[in-house]
């Protein structure tokens, strides 16, 4: 008996991806190709499709729940397989991984300075990107549509420009302790 890990792939944006729906569920036959979810990321939503075949044996995440790259999505293999140690494994990975964002305190809408590649996990760089207010509303309620966005269904960061290389004005967009 066999399995394959699917790990989520980096995505162009801030790194955090949204399982926004699933088009399995656990004990499914899947084939390569097969739609598996539906993400979406600050920038876009997207499918994302299995490159395995067997059963659905794991679902590492509920719909709505926000992800990094590296997480351990889904398990496809034989049925029966035991996938325990597989969890336990990309668990342990996963929570030492470098490459995970840092965490930093905050509350909604305050901005800092940052300097660094990761943004930290509930931040995100002021470059002016539109929101959905559905997906922020207590960022909105905190800044509205000041920075741009219809004020129905989107609204803007705020767009400040780097002091210096490596260094960003990031915004709060969930409290963070």
Known sequence: MSAEKVLLPAFPGNGIVKVTRWHVKLGDRVKSGQLLAEVETDKASMDFESYHNGRVL????KVGQELREGYLLIIIGDKGTDVSAMIRESVETYALNRNTAPSMAGRVAEI?????????????????????IKDKEALYEAITNTFGGNGRDTFCLPSIPSPTAGVNYIICTGDQF
């Open 58 to 61: 794991y679902l590492g995440a």
């Open 112 to 132: 800092k300075m940052f300097a660094g590649t990761k943004i930290p996990h509930n931040w995100q760089i002021c470059d002016g990107s539109e929101m959905k």
